[in-house]
């Protein structure tokens, strides 16, 4: 009986041929991204391209992370209108890039930075606000958030779903 079935079976793959133009399977799905580690080794991620046959570029962020300074230096201190700026213009930036790769449609605001930074505001987050522009920020954790953006999934961002790297809690 296994004699039997070890024949119709490469029988039936050498009825079956193979296909002369094959369609390889998807390497990644479209818009997800991967965390990849840039030139300086600093951590960063990639997103899958449109038609899922791979990564872009690693985008590593703007900033270094800067690590945790030793408690007897303290913390350089940022204006928070400064922080708010620094992290919205990367922000806006992963979102915009996540748009620009995805295959499912985004909203009218995820085209430029002006226009991600105008509806940002209109939910209540606003750099210029005195409660933003009256507090100050340590520049270590500013970097850090912002070096943490690029992880965040373009998958979360299009799907809606999103939640900002553990880091930018602090902030």
Not at 117 to 125: E, F, K, N, P, Q
Request: contains cysteine.
């Amino acid at each position: 009986m296994r004699r039997f079935v070890s024949v119709l079976f490469f029988a039936f793959v050498a009825a079956c041929g193979s296909d002369p133009n094959p369609v390889p399977p998807p390497v990644c799905a479209s818009g997800s991204s991967s965390a990849c580690t840039c030139a300086d080794g600093r951590s960063g991620a990639q997103v899958c391209n449109a038609a899922g046959s791979g990564y872009g570029a690693c985008a590593c962020g703007g900033m270094v992370d800067a690590g945790t300074p030793p408690a007897d230096m303290g913390c350089a201190s940022e204006n928070g209108a400064v922080a708010c700026n620094r992290f919205m213009g990367t922000w806006c930036a992963r979102i915009i890039m996540c748009c620009d790769a995805s295959t499912i449609p985004c909203n009218d605001w995820t085209t430029d930075d002006a226009s991600c930074r105008a509806y940002h505001v209109s939910l209540g987050v606003d750099c210029s606000d005195p409660t933003v522009t009256s507090t100050t920020n340590c520049t270590a954790d500013v970097d850090r958030c912002i070096a943490d953006v690029p992880l965040v999934a373009c998958s979360d961002i299009t799907g809606g779903t999103v939640n900002l790297p553990a880091s930018c809690t602090a902030l």
